[in-house]
Each structure stands twice: as structure tokens, then as C-alpha cells.
């Protein structure tokens, strides 16, 4: 296993070759913000706010393999900008009311809103009218929360590797579906890791929710990425 | 020409409200009205939701006792997932955090809003008679109010995980206990912050008040009374109960006439009217109709139902309170003012007795049953009996959602005060002075009304007073900040 040397805000950092840099920074203790990412799955690159500049040309740090001499910058006010821009599109785009979400202290988009600071949105929020379907029996979809990351399809698969979830609809109309013939198949354990998964509430178990105390939340006390920055 | 009179905003309440005063060619009182003029709309975007989210999501109907719409909702939702009967740690530690709230709301109420009015006299220049005033001329009096407060959203931080807006009632139960050390926090504490002091704090501002009313008897006894119902839960053996009991209304004469029924049938009982000109509802008592059912909540009402207080020092204090009407129900709104502050004492004997019990620390959080389609939650808030009514579709989404809110209780009871007021101090003068219009509102604040989440708000916080005359055309209106 070959290893490579690269440079990230001028601090040299090491990896083995053919690790995707969000992973490789990861490892070295500089965390990358991410969102669609979903470790031990592959890839897509999706929510681009992990982007980085190598070499001077912006790249997803979470599909971009790490090559030997690449120099890059991450934590600049470029890059700031350009992510928080991103974040406050995607919180505009959807009706994200943290006050009585679920997901509230354990949500990433959340999280992420809060570690760049974004007091309130540059873009106008578009209130899109979605819709709740709470049919299945073991698992509630909010599509006003949906962030599109597709980790669900990636990540909820039966014992054939089939995905429970997929696209429909086209372009800002997209939304989560649950295959029809699957529908049956999704225990309460898969309700459980789909809704473990999902970034945001989007996915939420049934008749479960506020058992996780104030002040007990995952980001309640630390924001996203400082355990990566304080393992360093 | 007769006149309008408009009071807006009125001030020193929670929410937005205005009063027009009508006035005849002799300048004598015609009309007199409260208007809420806040919209909300909570009960209509909750559906759909799931049902789990409703303690979270509609106690932001307010930041001043959202606690009370929690519980509420939670209580409602208890029903649902059928567990009326919650585990000692699930009841203990909402009735915690109940009472914390009742102490710090009524402590707001008392030292911030109301008593401003008591130390520089309802006339009282307006740039001191308001809680700045009070902090820079009775600085005891105004560490005490925000201490006190502290006290009891500390209380609820610890129950609640936050001072406002926590997630600590879920359907069932409770999502935490209450460990030793934040327990200590409370039973210990610091010297002059713990719980014997504010069992102290709350009986030396009952004295407080009652050497007030030695001096001031007439305007105490007489200022905006008024004969009319009562209506309260009491607990089953009819002790005062803010948490959980049965529905018991009293007349103006103290003839039962709600006896102690299950608050799950409260539709059988009570109704609400629709007025043109507010957006609050008037509820009524169905059996006595639109124009005789109305009645009063709060802790007047309460006094007034209840049998006894279940806790020593405020039970002493309820029996003079009782003594005073010779047994017979207190109408006088001022006495409203009496009644907080024996409730402020009781809440703290509740707290330090809970504070002492070992069951707050057990791990049963929460217990589930047979699942039902429909809940109804009832509690007695800091302002009253505060009604949550929730039903659900197959897919545990809300289909339908009923809230009466305790000011909601009190609209017609505040206009009869601010007519009767109105009458008695505006009728026949020359000129209407700054101190009038705000005995008008003495009379809205003895019922600490919450207007913001009474009206099913948009607008701004503070009340409004104009005077029209016969042909509504405006002659004055006087704001108050």
C-alpha cells in the first residue's frame, strides 16, 4: 500500500493512495464539512458542500481521490462562503422548522447551520407546499425536510442489495419513495437505521420521538466536525 | 356628540389587545369592549402532523407558559397511547415542572406587571409606574420578583431540558429523571437561593399584599367586582390540584353547579361563541346558554371551587382568604392578586415536597397501552383551565385540534370588568386622564391575561385605548408602552 503526501491549508497531511480526501483530511484531523456524505458507503458528491480547491479548480473532497503533491485549501473565506451559500439554499429551498423537529440537536443540516454561523438566510424562502405520508406502519416521511442526499436509497438495502427507497418525479418535484413491492419488508430495525441515516428529519421512526433529553443531543454541546478537529 | 374612547395597545399583558370605550352626548359610559385583535391559527397547521409532536410543537404558542400547553398536550396524548396513568417518576417530575412554571409566571405577574400599579397608585406618574420604577425604588421587592422567577425556570430547565420551549413530556412520560445533583441544586442551594428561601420570598410578598389591602380596602374590595361563575379542576377529593382533577364550577353564590366531572366529556358541558369583533372565543357553560353560561378561570376561580389546599402554610392562608367572604365565593377581580400569591406559596411546598421525594429519580420513564383515536388534556395554566383536544387518523396524524386557552375562559369575565370600570371612572368626567384609561387596564391585568395564545398572533406585544364618538367618528387615543 503506497502513501501519498499532500498539502491541505499548509499543513502537510499523509494517507494511502486511493482514499477520497474528505477521509483522507479526516484522518489527518481537518474536518471537511459534509452532508450527503455517508461513511463506509460509496460516494455522490450530491450536496457539494464539501467542496474544496485543488490545485486551484473546486472539487467534492468526498468523490475526488487523494493523489500525491495536491495542494488544497479548505477552511478559507472562498470556501466559507461558497458552502454557506449552499446551506442556506438547501435551508430555504425546503420548510425546515427546527423549534419542533424531531431531529432538532440531532440534525446535521442543522448542525452544519450552526458550525458556519448563519444567522438568517440570503435567499428568500420559498415555503414549497409538500406533503406528509405517514402510511407505512414503521416509518414517516416529511418530505418539507428532505434534503435529496440519497443516503437512504445508498444505505437501506434488503438481503439482495435491493434499495427500499428511489427517486420520483422530476426535477424540484423530486422526492423519496419506498419501493411498493418492498413496502412489507422494512422491519423496525430498518425504520430504524433508514431514520439513523437520513441527515435531517425526513425519515422519522413512528410514534418515537423527544426520548432523547436536552442537553443530551449530539450536537448540543459540540458542534458537527470539532471531534474530528480535537482528535487531531 | 357621544364619543369612542380606544385604549391601544393595552400594556403590562402578554400579547396584543385593544378596548374601545363608547361614550353618549352626556359622556357617559355606553359600550365598553376588549378586542383581541392577534391572529394565530395553531389549530388548523397542526393536522397532519404527527400526533408525538404536538407537546413540542404547540406550546410555542408562548414563551410566557409554554409549559402549561406542553403538559397540556401531553396529557391529552397520554389518552392516546393509553397511559392515562402515568409512572410515579412520568407524574412527579411534570408536576415539577408545572409548579416551577406556575411560581415563575406568577412571580412575573406579581412583581413585573402588576406591581406597579399597587406602589405608585394607579394614576402614578406612568414613566415610573412600571418595573424599571419598581427596580430603582423598592429594590428588595424587585430582586425578590426576578429571583423568584430564576427559581422556577431553573425548575423547569431541569424537567424540560430548557427554561423555555423544552421536550420533557412525551406521550406516556417523561424523557428524563431528576439527578441528586440537580435535585441539590434546588434543595440545598446557595444561602438565599433555595427552596426554604422562596417559601419565604412567597409569604413575605403575601404579607406584602395584605398589609396593601389593610390600607386600601375600598379600592381592593370593590375595584371591578362583580358576581359571576367559577370554574377550575379540583383534584377528586376536591383539594387544589394544577395538574390533574376533575371539572367543578361554582355560581357567584357558591351553588355547585358543574359537580366534579370527567374532563374527557367536556364538550357536553362547555360551548364557545363566536363574537364579530374579536378574534377570541367566548366560551360558556352549555346548560346556562350563551348569556348567563359564562364564567371566570385563574386562581380566583380555583380558590373559589376547591375544598382545601393540600399543603400547610398556603392552606392557612386560604383559610383567611375564605374567612374573608365568610365562606362564600370571592368576585372581587382585585382579590385575583390574593389568590396568585397563595397559589406562589402553595407551588413552592409542592416543589420542596417533590424536591424530597425519592421517586424522581427512578428509571420508568414512560409507559404505553392500548392505543385510542382521541385525547383530551386538561390543566389548570398560571391564567387557568387551558383545554387541548386532540383527534387522530389511522396514521397517527393529527385530524383534529381543539384548544380553549384559560385567558380564552376569561374574555367575557375582562369585559364585564373594563365595562364596569369604565363606567365608574370615565361616565360624566370632563376629560379623560392618562390615570382612567389605565384603571381600565388594572382591571384587564388583575386576570394576567395571555392574549397572544388566547387567540388562536401577528402583531406586537404591548394594549391600545381610543374614544369615538356617537357617529364612531375618533376623537383621542392614548397609547400605553
Redesign the interface.
Known amino acids: 500500500m503506497s502513501v501519498v503526501k499532500f498539502i491541505i491549508d499548509g499543513v502537510e497531511c499523509i494517507a494511502e493512495k486511493g482514499e477520497y480526501l474528505l477521509q483522507a483530511a479526516r484522518q489527518n484531523g481537518i474536518y471537511i464539512p459534509s452532508l450527503c456524505h455517508l461513511e463506509g458507503y460509496k460516494p455522490r458528491g450530491s450536496c457539494r458542500i464539501c467542496n474544496v480547491k485543488v490545485n486551484g479548480r473546486l472539487m467534492t473532497a468526498c468523490t475526488t481521490p487523494v493523489a500525491d503533491g495536491m495542494d488544497i485549501e479548505n477552511d478559507t473565506p472562498e470556501l466559507r462562503d461558497i458552502r454557506t451559500a449552499i446551506l442556506e439554499i438547501l435551508f430555504v429551498e425546503g420548510n425546515h422548522f427546527c423549534?419542533?423537529c424531531?431531529r432538532s440537536g440531532n440534525c446535521e443540516l442543522q448542525a452544519q447551520i450552526y458550525r458556519h454561523q448563519i444567522m438568517a438566510p440570503r435567499f428568500p424562502f420559498q415555503f414549497p407546499d409538500r406533503?406528509?405520508d405517514?402510511?407505512h406502519p414503521n416509518i414517516?416521511k416529511d418530505y418539507n425536510r428532505c434534503i435529496l442526499c440519497k443516503r437512504c436509497i445508498r444505505a437501506i438495502k434488503d438481503e439482495n442489495g435491493k434499495s427500499f427507497f428511489a427517486f420520483k418525479k422530476r426535477s424540484h418535484k423530486v422526492e423519496i419513495s419506498m419501493d411498493p413491492t418492498m413496502k412489507e419488508n422494512l422491519t423496525e430495525e430498518l425504520a430504524q437505521r433508514a431514520m439513523e441515516v437520513c441527515p435531517v428529519g425526513a425519515l422519522?421512526r413512528?410514534?418515537?420521538?423527544?426520548?432523547?433529553?436536552?442537553?443530551k443531543r449530539k450536537y448540543d454541546k459540540q458542534p458537527i466536525g470539532s471531534e474530528i478537529e480535537t482528535a487531531k | 356628540m357621544g364619543k369612542k374612547i380606544t385604549i391601544e395597545p393595552v400594556t403590562r399583558v402578554e400579547g396584543h389587545g385593544k378596548v374601545t370605550i363608547h361614550l353618549d352626548d352626556n359622556g357617559n359610559v355606553t359600550e365598553t369592549r376588549l378586542h383581541i385583535v392577534e391572529f394565530r391559527g395553531f389549530e388548523r397547521f397542526v393536522q397532519g402532523r404527527p400526533y408525538w409532536e404536538m407537546p413540542v410543537l404547540v406550546q410555542r404558542l408562548c414563551g410566557i407558559c409554554p409549559v402549561s400547553h406542553h403538559l397540556a398536550a401531553a396529557k391529552a396524548l397520554d389518552v392516546i397511547v393509553g397511559a392515562p396513568q402515568l409512572s410515579a417518576v412520568g407524574e412527579k417530575m411534570r408536576r415539577l415542572m408545572h409548579y416551577g412554571q406556575i411560581f415563575q409566571s406568577h412571580a412575573l405577574h406579581f412583581f413585573h406587571l402588576a406591581s406597579p400599579d399597587l406602589l405608585f397608585g394607579i394614576g402614578g406618574d406612568p414613566l415610573k409606574r412600571n418595573v424599571i420604577g419598581v427596580a430603582l425604588e423598592h429594590k428588595d421587592l424587585a430582586t425578590m420578583g426576578v429571583l423568584m422567577r430564576k427559581f422556577g425556570q431553573e425548575i423547569i430547565q431541569v424537567t424540560a431540558g430548557k427554561k423555555i420551549h423544552g421536550t420533557g413530556a412525551i406521550p406516556g412520560g417523561i424523557n428524563k429523571n431528576l439527578s441528586i445533583e440537580e435535585r441539590d441544586r434546588f434543595l440545598v442551594g446557595k444561602p438565599g437561593y433555595n427552596i426554604d428561601q422562596m417559601i419565604e420570598w412567597s409569604q413575605a410578598a403575601l404579607e406584602f399584599f395584605k398589609s396593601y389591602h389593610a390600607e386600601h380596602r375600598a379600592f381592593i374590595d370593590h375595584f371591578a367586582e362583580f358576581p359571576s361563575s367559577h370554574l377550575s379542576l379540583v383534584r377528586e377529593d376536591g383539594a387544589l390540584d394544577l395538574y390533574h382533577g376533575v371539572l367543578r364550577a361554582v355560581d357567584a353564590n357558591g351553588k355547585r353547579i358543574l359537580d366534579d366531572v370527567d374532563y374527557q366529556n367536556y364538550l357536553d358541558y362547555i360551548s364557545e361563541e363566536v363574537r364579530s369583533w374579536s378574534y377570541m372565543k367566548f366560551p360558556y357553560l352549555r346548560e346556562f346558554g350563551k348569556k348567563e353560561g359564562w364564567y371566570r378561570v385563574g386562581p380566583l376561580a380555583r380558590l373559589n371551587t376547591c375544598d382545601f389546599i393540600p399543603t400547610p402554610l398556603a392552606q392557612q392562608e386560604f383559610e383567611t382568604f375564605r374567612a374573608y367572604t365568610h365562606g362564600k365565593p370571592n368576585n372581587m377581580s382585585m382579590h385575583m392578586h390574593w389568590a396568585r400569591l397563595i397559589e406562589t406559596l402553595h407551588a413552592a411546598e409542592v416543589m420542596r415536597d417533590l424536591l424530597n421525594d425519592p421517586d424522581l429519580q427512578n428509571e420508568d420513564l414512560v409507559v404505553k397501552g392500548k392505543k385510542t383515536n382521541e385525547g383530551v388534556g386538561l390543566i389548570e395554566a398560571p391564567r387557568g383551565t387551558l383545554f387541548h383536544h386532540y383527534k387522530i387518523n389511522e396514521n397517527d396524524q393529527i385530524e383534529m385540534a381543539n384548544l380553549i386557552v384559560s385567558t380564552t375562559n376569561n374574555n367575557q369575565p375582562m369585559n364585564v370588568a373594563v365595562e364596569q370600570v369604565a363606567k365608574e371612572m370615565i361616565s360624566g368626567q370632563k376629560e379623560v386622564t392618562e390615570g382612567m384609561l389605565n384603571a381600565v387596564e388594572v382591571a384587564i391585568r388583575a386576570y394576567d391575561p395571555c392574549l397572544s395564545c388566547a387567540t388562536h398572533a401577528m402583531g406586537q406585544m404591548p394594549l391600545e385605548i381610543s374614544l369615538y364618538d356617537a357617529n364612531d367618528q375618533l376623537i383621542d387615543r392614548k397609547m400605553s408602552h
Open positions: 423549534p419542533a424531531e406533503d406528509v405517514a402510511s414517516l422519522l413512528k410514534e418515537k420521538g423527544y426520548d432523547t433529553p436536552i442537553g
